[in-house]
């Protein structure tokens, strides 16, 4: 016997998703800026010259935590599609796109690698690119939650280049060390 469900039922299944996926994805955000010193607390990262366009340090995780916030509603949208042919490869590219996203912190303020994350950007555009494309064949308010990300992820992009531009030997910097002197 089949039934279709309810209208009701369909929102119901969605909301479980969301507060699965939501809250998951943040998680993870979250763990990854957590795995290395991030912002002016990054000893490396707050003597770099930075571009005029680099928000305040409490900027970024308000927009990562939003930007977070709408990846996961976009992934409970294409994992609530069941039916869809594109589902599976949309939610496998969708973890693909985050994982690449997770690494850029501590490739960035761990390793100090600005060559290396701007790679890592490039990847992560084309992959969150390839994840939107996928998602608008299944949904294209998914699709629609993936923008702003794709649009911060050239942002962020512009603003790791000009780091590399403004301070040729970044790479090579070891972050200055804290003076034991107590003066009085």
């Not at 990854?32 to 930075?50: D, I």
């Amino acid at each position: 016997m089949r039934e279709i469900a309810s209208k009701g039922q369909l929102r119901l299944a969605f909301l479980r998703w969301t507060v699965v996926t939501v809250p998951f994805v943040l998680l993870l955000g979250f763990l990854s800026a957590r795995s290395v010193p991030v912002g002016s607390v990054n000893r490396w990262y707050a003597a770099l010259a930075k571009s005029e366009l680099t928000p305040p340090d409490w900027a970024f995780p308000v927009a990562w935590s939003i930007l977070y916030v709408l990846l996961g509603i976009a992934l409970a949208m294409v994992i609530h599609a069941r039916g869809s042919r594109w589902r599976v490869p949309a939610i496998i590219m969708f973890f693909v796109q985050l994982v690449i996203n997770l690494a850029w912190t501590p490739v960035f303020f761990g390793l100090h690698r600005i060559t290396a994350a701007e790679i890592v950007i490039v990847a992560m555009f084309v992959a969150a690119f390839a994840t939107t494309i996928l998602f608008g064949r299944i949904r294209i308010a998914a699709a629609a939650l993936m923008l702003p990300y794709l649009a911060w992820i050239i942002f962020a992009g512009y603003l790791t280049w000009q780091i590399g531009v403004l301070n040729p030997q970044a790479e090579t910097l070891a972050p200055g060390a804290s003076s034991t002197q107590i003066i009085e």
